[in-house]
């Protein structure tokens, strides 16, 4: 039997600058990293199993990761205020 191709994932422009922006921060824990990176790849075009190579994770990782985003289920990646010390939330909030 045929697999079924995963559901199309695709980001505005927006949600892909700030995903690329968690990766690159050197205080994003390193899960949430990972799960950007899951998302991307996903917008990217890539399958599940190309991504579990790439991240070197398993396939039903990729697949739920895929799943809870096109879902809605952002709060897990995204990052909150709370998560950044109150010093930068006042430095950034002045750019």
Do not use: C
Not at 61 to 77: D, L, T
């Amino acid at each position: 039997m045929p697999r079924l191709a995963p559901k199309e994932l695709k980001l505005e422009a927006k949600e892909r600058e700030h995903l690329e922006k968690l990766i690159n921060r050197h205080t994003t824990e390193q899960q949430i990293a990972l799960r950007a990176k899951i998302v991307l790849l996903a917008d990217e075009g890539e399958n599940n199993r190309e991504i579990a190579r790439k991240l070197k994770i398993s396939r039903k990782m990729a697949s739920q990761w895929r799943e809870r985003w096109i879902a809605g289920q952002k709060s897990e990646i995204e990052i909150t205020e709370t998560h950044i010390p109150q010093t930068l939330q006042i430095a950034y909030k002045y750019k």
